[in-house]
C-alpha cells in the first residue's frame, strides 16, 4: 500500500484516522504494515482498544501493535483489558501481542514480567493457552541465551 510506504510523513493522519469509526480498521492495517515505524500511533492504537469498537478493529489494532513490538509497550495496559474479550480469538490476539512487550518498564500499573502477565489470565480456550505457552517457551530462550552470554 502506497500510504505505508510514505512512512513516518504519514503517521498524523493515520493516527487521526483512527479515531474515525468507519477508517480505523484500514489505518491498523497500514501501521501493521510499517511494522515499528507505526510507534508514535502506540497511543491511538490503545485507544481502539479501549473503545467500544468492533472486534475486528480491535483485532487490527492488535496486529499493528504486535508488528510495533516493544515500541509499543505503552499500550500493554490497553492489550492486557483484552484478555477480558468475550472472543476468544481476540484474547489470542491480545496474548500473541503481549509476547512482544514482556519487558517493558513498569508504568500505569503494568506488568514487568510475562509469567506475572500469564498468571493473570485463567482461560480455557485453546487458541489462548497455546499463545500463552508460546510466549513462555519465547522468554525461556532468552533466559537461556542471556545465561549462556554470562
Known amino acids: 500500500m502506497v500510504v505505508a510506504r510514505i512512512g513516518e510523513?504519514?503517521?498524523?493522519?493515520?493516527?487521526?484516522?483512527?479515531g474515525e469509526p468507519t477508517a480505523?480498521?484500514?489505518?491498523?492495517?497500514?501501521?501493521?504494515?510499517?511494522?515499528?515505524?507505526?510507534?508514535?500511533?502506540?497511543?491511538?492504537?490503545a485507544s481502539?482498544?479501549?473503545?467500544?469498537?468492533?472486534?475486528?478493529?480491535?483485532?487490527?489494532?492488535?496486529?499493528?501493535?504486535?508488528?510495533?513490538g516493544q515500541r509499543a509497550a505503552p499500550a500493554a495496559p490497553a492489550v492486557l483489558a483484552c484478555m477480558q474479550a468475550p472472543q476468544a480469538d481476540l484474547r489470542a490476539a491480545a496474548m500473541r501481542t503481549l509476547r512482544y512487550m514482556f519487558d517493558?518498564?513498569?508504568?500505569?500499573g503494568a506488568r514487568t514480567s510475562l509469567p506475572e502477565v500469564l498468571a493473570e489470565p485463567k482461560d480455557e480456550t485453546p487458541a489462548v493457552r497455546e499463545a500463552a505457552i508460546a510466549a513462555l517457551k519465547d522468554e525461556n530462550a532468552l533466559v537461556r541465551e542471556a545465561a549462556a552470554a554470562v
Do not use: F, N
Open 9 to 18: 510523513p504519514a503517521l498524523p493522519a493515520l493516527a487521526r484516522m483512527l
Open 24 to 45: 480505523r480498521r484500514q489505518a491498523a492495517e497500514v501501521l501493521t504494515r510499517m511494522g515499528s515505524k507505526g510507534a508514535p500511533a502506540v497511543l491511538e492504537l
Open 48 to 68: 481502539v482498544l479501549r473503545a467500544d469498537a468492533p472486534a475486528e478493529d480491535k483485532r487490527a489494532a492488535l496486529e499493528a501493535l504486535h508488528a510495533i
Open 104 to 108: 517493558y518498564p513498569r508504568q500505569k
